[in-house]
């Protein structure tokens, strides 16, 4: 089904916009052919625990390095030649070149497990976008959405590959060291092992603070897109009621609150590295003293029975800084932790909290064959109401249009006619009753193949920035240059079909009213499928002669399809076969 309308966020009775179903199909078709072969990706987990060890590994070779720099000075100290110390530096370089590799390969492959497990939480949500249906009154704003899948999501990135590793090294590479320390000197592995809580019981106690002010900073920033989004959109509405400096003290006043939540989380990321240092710190300098004055004789135990040689200490006061080495690091990307872990949870609320259209990600559909007649549509017991209201738009509604009929239904606006419009294409699912379209049911195992065979066409046709090909194609492979040229050409757009590959702006910016209207009629033109034709209306804001221009174009579109027009428009009533009067709105029936 070709896309006509504008995707903006409206009122639960007027759906904004048909999806973009030919995506939409492509990637339900992915999954599902996935699901049917047993296929499944790569899962990004291992690779990060892979990643992450081979980090551990690259930690835990300055220990063999620690042990030959100690050997050499050891050798020195006690007479031995500058000879003596060749082979352990060269062991030292060779050490350091494998440390390297380590670190280089843990961590690419610790950014690749990230971004592809970012991949899949952004396809998810974007899937999710695109199979809501137009009636979900609980869809973001597309200021919030762009914020969280564009802005907030490059969070995950950091926490998967920087803080997801170092929560492991923390937890292996100071148990490694601390028993090798232990060997030497158990009063050094002490002191290391009493100072070693400190920092991850004050990080935890941290941690839940800096989580929280990261969830309320990130929710700031979608509020202050989606506010900012919907002012440059009303821009001119503003400017001509005069509401410009008041919008421009809500700005600033909508700014100054993300600041204020921004300063908030540096203050606790700030707080959390200084007092880890500390605690490092004092933990190298106690060890460093034991040392000392054990190496003076003013100390003699804590060394097993044995005086600890140069060596042996020099080793123990080199291990002490690499031990309080992952904690550190661990601190560094502990705010990557609080965002990560709030951009995931927005990205899971923003794929989980989507109202699916019928047959949008159902696992087994039945093949419907191409609808090459018009065909009939019938509604027999139709009721439905939106989650969030408890008024009745259609209590039991009957319709019945014979194949190739050109039906108007004629109402005030919030009646529900473009309720009923995306009842029948399928936006939605009626809490009762059925649709039937060409003898097969609108359901959820029909839906997304019914699709295939209509027309949609909105009040507020929405224009991509790029060429007026691309606008009419909509990256259907099946529509040639050919089709374009004569959907342009039979839609009364001659004038600019030698000029197809002419750019124009986000929304139509260089088009007027009219030739946005024909713009959207040629889409359902060079769509020769489309024998159910769904308008909504479609002369709503147009004067008079450019009105029935697209009436005229509309039914010479509509020759021999079935044709149903939501109007309040009585010169496009009176040009169907039949006219169908609705009868008041919900608000109304509720009075």
């Known amino acids: 089904m070709p896309v006509a309308s504008r995707p903006d966020r409206r009122p639960a009775s007027i759906p904004a916009a048909m999806p973009d179903m030919v995506s939409l199909e492509t990637a339900a078709k992915e999954k599902r052919a996935g699901t049917e072969t047993g296929t499944v990706a790569p899962a990004p987990f291992l690779g990060s625990r892979a990643a992450a060890w081979l980090q551990i590994a690259a930690s835990l070779v300055f220990i063999p390095q620690a042990a030959a720099i100690c050997a050499a000075v050891g050798a020195i100290a006690v007479g031995g030649g500058l000879r003596q110390a060749i082979w352990p530096a060269a062991l030292v370089a060779v050490l350091g070149i494998v440390k390297a590799l380590l670190e280089a390969a843990g961590s690419r492959m610790a950014f690749r497990s990230a971004r592809a497990r970012l991949s899949e939480l952004r396809a998810r949500a974007t899937l999710a976008l695109s199979a809501a249906s137009p009636l979900d009154t609980g869809r973001p704003s597309s200021g919030q959405a762009a914020s969280v899948l564009a802005e907030q999501a490059e969070a995950v990135v950091a926490y998967l590959a920087r803080f997801r590793p170092a929560r492991l090294r923390a937890t292996v590479v100071p148990l490694v060291i601390l028993a090798i320390v232990f060997a030497v000197s158990w009063l050094a592995a002490l002191v290391l092992l009493l100072a070693a809580p400190l920092i991850p019981i004050f990080m935890a106690m941290v941690g839940w603070r800096a989580k929280e002010a990261s969830e309320r900073q990130l929710g700031k920033m979608g509020s202050m897109n989606a506010f900012l989004l919907d002012r440059l959109r009303g821009i001119a509405t503003i400017r001509s009621l005069g509401a410009v400096d008041a919008t421009a003290e809500r700005v600033r006043a909508e700014a100054e609150g993300l600041r204020r939540r921004t300063m908030a989380v540096l203050r606790i990321a700030f707080l959390s590295s200084a007092v880890l240092e500390l605690f490092a710190a004092l933990g190298v300098a106690m060890v460093a003293v034991y040392v000392g004055f054990h190496l003076l004789g003013q100390i003699g135990f804590g060394a097993w029975g044995a005086r600890l040689s140069l060596g042996e200490g020099l080793f123990v006061l080199l291990l002490a800084p690499a031990f309080f080495e992952p904690l550190r ?133 929405h224009i991509f920035a790029g060429t007026l090909a691309a606008n009419v194609s909509l990256g259907r492979p099946q529509v040639s240059a050919g089709d374009v040229a004569d959907a342009l050409g039979a839609m009364g757009l001659a004038h600019v079909r030698d000029r197809a590959a002419m750019a124009v702006g986000e929304a139509g910016a260089g088009l007027s009213g009219g030739e946005t209207l024909r713009l959207a009629l040629a889409r359902v033109a060079a769509t020769p499928d489309a024998t159910l034709i769904l308008a909504d209306e479609p002369t709503a804001h147009l004067d008079s002669g450019t009105g029935r221009e697209i009436i005229a174009s509309l039914l010479e579109l509509a020759r021999g399809k079935t044709l149903i027009v939501a109007t309040h428009d009585p010169a496009l009533a009176a040009r169907m076969d039949r006219v169908i009067r609705l009868e008041s709105s919900p608000l109304e029936r509720a009075a």
């Not at 047959?359 to 609808?371: S, Y």
């Not at 008024?391 to 009923?420: C, M, R, Y």
């Not at 939605?428 to 295939?452: C, F, K, N, W, Y």
């Open 329 to 461: 690091e661990l601190s560094a990307a502990w705010h990557d932790r609080a965002a990560g872990e709030a951009a995931i949870e927005a990205l899971e609320r923003l794929a989980d909290r989507q109202t699916s259209l019928p047959g949008a990600d159902d696992e087994v559909r039945h093949t419907v064959p191409v609808l090459h007649a018009a065909p009939a549509v019938r509604i027999n017991g139709l009721s439905y109401r939106h989650p969030d209201r408890s008024q009745w738009i259609f209590d039991g509604f009957d319709l019945a249009i014979t194949p190739g009929e050109h039906v108007a239904l004629l109402a005030p606006s919030g009646v529900g006619k473009s309720t009923l419009l995306a009842l029948v294409a399928g936006l939605a699912s009626p809490q009762a009753g059925r649709i039937v379209i060409g003898g097969t049911p609108m359901d959820q195992a029909h839906a997304m193949e019914l699709r295939r065979c209509m027309g949609w066409i909105g009040q507020a046709p």
